[in-house]
T-cell receptor, first 113, second 113 residues
Protein backbone atom coordinates (compact mmCIF):
# COMPACT_ATOMS: atom_id res chain seq x y z
CA UNK A 1 0.00 0.00 0.00
CA UNK A 2 1.31 3.44 -0.87
CA UNK A 3 2.30 5.73 1.94
CA UNK A 4 1.60 9.42 2.26
CA UNK A 5 2.48 11.13 -1.00
CA UNK A 6 3.52 14.74 -1.18
CA UNK A 7 4.39 16.92 -4.14
CA UNK A 8 6.48 18.64 -5.12
CA UNK A 9 9.55 17.41 -3.24
CA UNK A 10 11.37 20.68 -3.74
CA UNK A 11 10.23 24.17 -4.60
CA UNK A 12 12.17 27.39 -5.06
CA UNK A 13 10.23 30.60 -5.41
CA UNK A 14 10.83 34.31 -5.12
CA UNK A 15 9.42 36.15 -2.16
CA UNK A 16 5.91 37.52 -2.57
CA UNK A 17 5.03 34.73 -4.97
CA UNK A 18 2.34 32.15 -4.19
CA UNK A 19 3.09 28.46 -3.68
CA UNK A 20 0.99 25.35 -3.11
CA UNK A 21 1.76 21.92 -1.71
CA UNK A 22 -0.27 18.81 -2.27
CA UNK A 23 -0.77 15.77 -0.05
CA UNK A 24 -2.42 12.43 -0.70
CA UNK A 25 -2.86 10.54 2.59
CA UNK A 26 -3.01 6.81 3.11
CA UNK A 27 -6.33 5.42 1.96
CA UNK A 28 -8.86 5.23 4.77
CA UNK A 29 -7.03 7.63 7.05
CA UNK A 30 -9.47 10.15 8.45
CA UNK A 31 -6.97 12.42 10.16
CA UNK A 32 -4.57 14.57 8.19
CA UNK A 33 -1.87 16.86 9.54
CA UNK A 34 0.30 19.55 8.05
CA UNK A 35 3.52 20.25 9.91
CA UNK A 36 6.27 22.79 9.43
CA UNK A 37 9.84 21.73 10.16
CA UNK A 38 12.64 24.23 10.35
CA UNK A 39 16.22 23.07 10.08
CA UNK A 40 17.39 21.35 13.24
CA UNK A 41 14.00 21.50 14.92
CA UNK A 42 11.06 19.23 15.52
CA UNK A 43 7.92 19.40 13.41
CA UNK A 44 5.37 22.02 14.46
CA UNK A 45 1.71 21.51 13.73
CA UNK A 46 0.05 23.92 11.33
CA UNK A 47 -3.35 22.33 10.93
CA UNK A 48 -5.20 19.09 11.65
CA UNK A 49 -8.15 17.76 9.72
CA UNK A 50 -10.70 15.20 10.79
CA UNK A 51 -12.19 14.18 7.47
CA UNK A 52 -13.06 17.50 5.81
CA UNK A 53 -13.14 19.58 8.96
CA UNK A 54 -10.19 21.58 10.18
CA UNK A 55 -10.37 20.85 13.90
CA UNK A 56 -7.24 22.71 14.90
CA UNK A 57 -5.74 25.52 12.85
CA UNK A 58 -4.65 27.68 15.74
CA UNK A 59 -1.01 27.63 14.60
CA UNK A 60 -1.74 28.42 10.97
CA UNK A 61 -0.75 32.01 10.03
CA UNK A 62 -4.07 32.80 8.42
CA UNK A 63 -3.00 36.07 6.87
CA UNK A 64 -0.93 34.21 4.32
CA UNK A 65 -1.51 30.48 4.77
CA UNK A 66 -4.59 28.54 3.76
CA UNK A 67 -5.44 24.88 3.53
CA UNK A 68 -8.24 22.71 2.30
CA UNK A 69 -9.12 19.06 2.29
CA UNK A 70 -11.71 18.40 -0.35
CA UNK A 71 -13.92 15.34 0.10
CA UNK A 72 -11.88 14.39 3.13
CA UNK A 73 -9.06 12.88 1.11
CA UNK A 74 -6.35 14.96 -0.60
CA UNK A 75 -5.24 18.22 0.89
CA UNK A 76 -3.48 21.35 -0.32
CA UNK A 77 -1.58 23.92 1.67
CA UNK A 78 -1.07 27.34 0.13
CA UNK A 79 1.09 30.30 0.99
CA UNK A 80 0.37 33.68 -0.55
CA UNK A 81 2.50 35.69 -0.55
CA UNK A 82 5.58 33.75 0.51
CA UNK A 83 8.17 35.38 2.75
CA UNK A 84 11.83 34.55 3.24
CA UNK A 85 11.05 33.11 6.67
CA UNK A 86 8.73 30.52 5.15
CA UNK A 87 11.72 28.54 3.90
CA UNK A 88 11.36 25.17 5.60
CA UNK A 89 10.18 21.61 5.06
CA UNK A 90 6.43 21.15 4.98
CA UNK A 91 5.35 17.71 6.14
CA UNK A 92 2.04 16.01 5.65
CA UNK A 93 0.97 13.09 7.81
CA UNK A 94 -2.10 10.96 8.16
CA UNK A 95 -3.54 8.53 10.70
CA UNK A 96 -6.59 6.34 10.99
CA UNK A 97 -7.92 8.64 13.65
CA UNK A 98 -6.57 11.32 15.90
CA UNK A 99 -5.38 8.87 18.53
CA UNK A 100 -3.32 6.68 16.25
CA UNK A 101 0.20 6.81 15.02
CA UNK A 102 0.89 9.28 12.27
CA UNK A 103 2.50 8.25 8.99
CA UNK A 104 4.55 10.93 7.32
CA UNK A 105 5.26 11.84 3.74
CA UNK A 106 8.71 12.77 2.47
CA UNK A 107 7.95 16.46 2.80
CA UNK A 108 8.27 19.45 0.50
CA UNK A 109 11.38 21.55 0.94
CA UNK A 110 10.51 25.17 0.22
CA UNK A 111 13.18 27.75 -0.44
CA UNK A 112 12.10 31.37 -0.73
CA UNK A 113 14.69 33.67 -2.32
CA UNK B 1 -1.53 21.55 26.42
CA UNK B 2 0.95 18.75 26.04
CA UNK B 3 4.67 19.34 25.56
CA UNK B 4 7.82 17.32 25.05
CA UNK B 5 11.41 17.99 26.02
CA UNK B 6 14.48 16.19 24.80
CA UNK B 7 17.35 17.41 26.98
CA UNK B 8 20.15 16.26 24.69
CA UNK B 9 20.55 18.21 21.47
CA UNK B 10 23.40 16.07 20.16
CA UNK B 11 24.83 12.75 21.31
CA UNK B 12 27.89 10.95 19.97
CA UNK B 13 28.50 7.27 20.64
CA UNK B 14 30.90 4.69 19.29
CA UNK B 15 29.62 1.91 17.12
CA UNK B 16 28.72 -1.06 19.30
CA UNK B 17 28.13 1.05 22.39
CA UNK B 18 24.79 1.27 24.12
CA UNK B 19 22.48 4.23 23.65
CA UNK B 20 19.86 6.02 25.68
CA UNK B 21 17.97 9.06 24.41
CA UNK B 22 15.92 10.95 26.92
CA UNK B 23 12.38 12.21 26.54
CA UNK B 24 10.17 13.93 29.09
CA UNK B 25 6.60 14.89 28.46
CA UNK B 26 3.90 16.99 30.01
CA UNK B 27 0.34 15.81 29.61
CA UNK B 28 -2.69 15.91 31.84
CA UNK B 29 -4.12 12.51 31.06
CA UNK B 30 -2.94 9.17 29.73
CA UNK B 31 -0.38 9.95 27.04
CA UNK B 32 0.20 8.15 23.81
CA UNK B 33 3.96 8.24 23.25
CA UNK B 34 6.01 7.77 20.12
CA UNK B 35 9.58 7.78 18.91
CA UNK B 36 10.32 8.71 15.32
CA UNK B 37 13.60 8.69 13.42
CA UNK B 38 14.53 10.98 10.56
CA UNK B 39 17.54 10.34 8.37
CA UNK B 40 18.95 13.21 6.32
CA UNK B 41 16.57 14.17 3.53
CA UNK B 42 14.07 11.55 4.59
CA UNK B 43 10.65 11.58 6.12
CA UNK B 44 9.85 10.58 9.67
CA UNK B 45 9.69 6.88 10.38
CA UNK B 46 7.97 5.44 13.44
CA UNK B 47 10.31 3.41 15.66
CA UNK B 48 7.86 2.46 18.39
CA UNK B 49 4.80 3.58 20.28
CA UNK B 50 3.22 3.24 23.69
CA UNK B 51 -0.54 3.34 24.20
CA UNK B 52 -1.09 1.19 27.29
CA UNK B 53 -0.08 -2.08 28.93
CA UNK B 54 3.50 -3.21 29.29
CA UNK B 55 5.64 -0.18 29.97
CA UNK B 56 8.61 -1.61 28.06
CA UNK B 57 7.90 -1.51 24.36
CA UNK B 58 9.89 -3.00 21.55
CA UNK B 59 10.29 -1.32 18.22
CA UNK B 60 11.99 -1.75 14.90
CA UNK B 61 15.75 -1.82 14.31
CA UNK B 62 16.41 -3.20 17.81
CA UNK B 63 15.14 -0.16 19.69
CA UNK B 64 13.10 -0.25 22.87
CA UNK B 65 11.62 2.38 25.15
CA UNK B 66 10.35 2.41 28.68
CA UNK B 67 7.40 4.45 29.90
CA UNK B 68 7.79 5.71 33.45
CA UNK B 69 4.70 7.56 34.56
CA UNK B 70 6.23 8.70 37.85
CA UNK B 71 9.03 10.44 35.96
CA UNK B 72 6.96 11.51 32.96
CA UNK B 73 9.61 9.93 30.80
CA UNK B 74 9.77 7.73 27.74
CA UNK B 75 13.46 7.07 27.11
CA UNK B 76 14.67 5.29 24.00
CA UNK B 77 17.38 2.64 24.27
CA UNK B 78 19.44 0.38 22.09
CA UNK B 79 22.02 -2.09 23.44
CA UNK B 80 24.44 -1.85 20.52
CA UNK B 81 24.46 1.04 18.07
CA UNK B 82 25.19 0.59 14.38
CA UNK B 83 26.65 3.26 12.11
CA UNK B 84 23.36 3.33 10.20
CA UNK B 85 21.58 4.56 13.34
CA UNK B 86 23.06 8.02 12.88
CA UNK B 87 20.03 10.26 12.42
CA UNK B 88 17.72 12.68 14.19
CA UNK B 89 15.38 11.19 16.77
CA UNK B 90 12.11 12.77 17.81
CA UNK B 91 9.90 11.94 20.74
CA UNK B 92 6.21 12.82 20.36
CA UNK B 93 3.15 12.76 22.57
CA UNK B 94 -0.46 12.40 21.51
CA UNK B 95 -3.59 12.00 23.52
CA UNK B 96 -6.41 9.60 24.06
CA UNK B 97 -8.88 12.42 23.48
CA UNK B 98 -7.73 13.32 20.02
CA UNK B 99 -5.21 15.95 20.89
CA UNK B 100 -2.58 16.82 18.38
CA UNK B 101 0.77 15.15 18.03
CA UNK B 102 3.38 17.34 19.68
CA UNK B 103 7.01 16.73 18.90
CA UNK B 104 10.10 17.38 20.92
CA UNK B 105 13.01 19.36 19.46
CA UNK B 106 14.92 16.23 18.55
CA UNK B 107 18.25 14.65 19.44
CA UNK B 108 20.87 14.26 16.76
CA UNK B 109 22.81 11.01 17.04
CA UNK B 110 26.30 10.68 15.62
CA UNK B 111 28.05 7.30 15.53
CA UNK B 112 31.84 7.00 15.58
CA UNK B 113 33.43 4.07 13.75
Amino acid sequence: EAGVVQSPRYKIIEKKQPVAFWCNPISGHNTLYWYLQNLGQGPELLIRYENEEAVDDSQLPKDRFSAERLKGVDSTLKIQPAELGDSAVYLCASSLDSTGEAFFGQGTRLTVV
Amino acid sequence: AQSVTQPDIHITVSEGASLELRCNYSYGATPYLFWYVQSPGQGLQLLLKYFSGDTLVQGIKGFEAEFKRSQSSFNLRKPSVHWSDAAEYFCAVGGSYGQNFVFGPGTRLSVLP
